[in-house]
């Protein structure tokens, strides 16, 4: 069993940087992969990045490429995602997420992760 708490999300004005974190706490082998994903009001959640718990492959959506970092932070055990430049269609309750295969290929298929945390929103205004 994971547990998974967010943390770090806010009301920022567009341009700005934002750090989120995920703590898992309970068993987390280094084969797990984490992932953030983010929800709108209506619409389904979107696959934003994945690492493994390792800290070694990574994956990003396409839309956040370039902008946004996922990390393993030795110091805090979490996995946190760096959020830079941020724009209003940024605006979500963002979620991250424990798969618990050890898969070739990181997965972006939310059906395909485990655990899920209650959410941290973030709110990019004009």
């Known amino acids: 069993q994971v547990q998974l708490v967010e943390s770090g999300g806010g009301l920022v004005q567009a341009g700005v940087s934002l750090r989120l974190s995920c703590a898992p706490s309970?068993?987390?082998?280094?084969?797990?992969?984490v992932g953030w994903f983010r929800q709108t009001p209506g619409k389904e959640r979107e696959f934003i990045a994945a690492?493994?718990?390792?800290?070694?492959?990574?994956k990003y959506a396409d839309s956040v490429k370039g902008r946004f970092t996922i990390f393993r932070n030795n110091a805090k055990s979490t996995i946190d995602l760096q959020m830079n430049n941020l724009e209003p269609t940024d605006t979500a309750v963002y979620y991250c997420?424990?798969?618990?295969?050890?898969?070739?290929?990181?997965?972006?298929?939310?059906?395909?992760?485990?655990?899920w945390g209650q959410g941290t929103q973030v709110t990019v205004s004009s």
């Open positions: 690492i493994t718990w390792r800290g070694g492959k990574t």
């Open positions: 997420a424990v798969d618990i295969r050890d898969r070739v290929q990181l997965t972006t298929w939310e059906s395909e992760y485990d655990y």
């Open positions: 309970g068993e987390m082998y280094m084969t797990y992969t």
